[in-house]
């Protein structure tokens, strides 16, 4: 079973920046993508942006040229830089990873784009 445990959410006025993060743990297989969503209030979950285990990286629309995902293979970790945040970003941030054996969700980080 895969552990995941993010930080690095809060309110933040328009046009600030946060880093989330996201560490894994526990029984981790090989690896096939990295990942980010977000929900709103009254709206279903999106993709947000998504790191392969090759490197690729998939972007939602609306936070392309603003967020820029990484990750550290040797800590298990994955992280979402956000600049430029605006009020429309605010949601529950939630990782996901997903290995040949199924995929994983942590319990979401709030982030609150408000002044």
């Known amino acids: 079973q895969v552990q995941l445990v993010e930080s690095g959410g809060g309110l933040v006025q328009p046009g600030g920046s946060l880093r989330l993060s996201c560490a894994a743990s526990g029984s981790i297989f090989s690896i096939v993508a990295m990942g980010w969503y977000r929900q709103a209030p009254g709206k279903q979950r999106e993709l947000v942006a998504t790191l392969t285990n090759e490197g690729n990286r998939i972007y939602a629309d609306s936070v392309k040229g603003r967020f820029s995902i990484s990750r550290d293979h040797a800590k298990n970790t994955v992280y979402l830089q956000m600049n430029s945040l605006k009020p429309d970003d605010t949601a529950v941030y939630y990782c996901?990873?997903?290995?040949?054996?199924?995929?994983?969700w942590g319990q979401g980080t709030q982030v609150t784009g408000s002044s």
């Open positions: 996901n990873i997903y290995t040949t054996r199924g995929g994983s």
